[in-house]
């Protein structure tokens, strides 16, 4: 049964919402701390698809940059995302884009979206790092050491348990008839 537009809208805005309750978990670090929310890009990608998980790390994106407090610390606004960690928060589009056609071309299966979530954080860190480097004006070295090494060991954790939880709520949903199944 195809669901409506407004049903999958509604869906969209409700990852959006785990993205921004996620977001507010956060594990203080100098300059980058380490949060849920790119927990929460791997798991809502991973449970709504390419297309719903897409259109909600945008409504997420775009509800911050209007000054809705939804990112991390309860803050919004354009000076989050040219600020320090604004990189990070510009990756999680192409994350979202790159890890949805990676499961809707290999399948949406436990390996799969672990690839697919690890593929995630590499893009996620690579724009925040990047970033981090212009706006502070850091060496690469620095920008890497700040920005990037710190998070792989935790990134690796959180794609997997995005991946383990996304597969398994998913497929629940679809049990339930609340999502439509994935080939």
Do not use: D
Request: charged share 5%; proline share 4%; glycine share 12%.
């Amino acid at each position: 049964m195809k669901k409506s537009s407004t049903y999958q809208y509604v869906l969209a805005a409700f990852g959006a919402a785990i993205i921004a309750v996620l977001a507010q978990v956060t594990i203080p670090l100098p300059l980058v701390p380490i949060t849920g929310q790119t927990l929460a890009i791997g798991l809502v990608v991973t449970i709504l698809g390419a297309k719903l998980g897409t259109l909600s790390v945008l409504l997420y994106i775009l509800l911050g940059a209007v000054g809705i407090p939804v990112f991390t610390g309860f803050v919004g606004g354009l000076g989050i995302i040219v600020g320090l960690t604004g990189g990070y928060i510009v990756g999680f589009l192409p994350t979202a884009i790159i890890m949805g056609l990676y499961m809707k071309k290999f399948g949406l299966t436990i390996p799969h979206a672990i690839v697919a979530n690890v593929i995630g954080m590499v893009i996620t860190l690579a724009f925040g790092t990047t970033w981090l480097k212009i706006v502070a004006e850091l060496s690469w070295n620095a920008a890497f050491m700040a920005g990037a090494a710190t998070f792989i060991i935790p990134g690796l954790l959180k794609a997997a348990l995005a991946a383990w939880l996304g597969v398994v709520v998913r497929r629940r949903l679809e049990t339930a008839h609340l999502v439509e199944a994935t080939v």
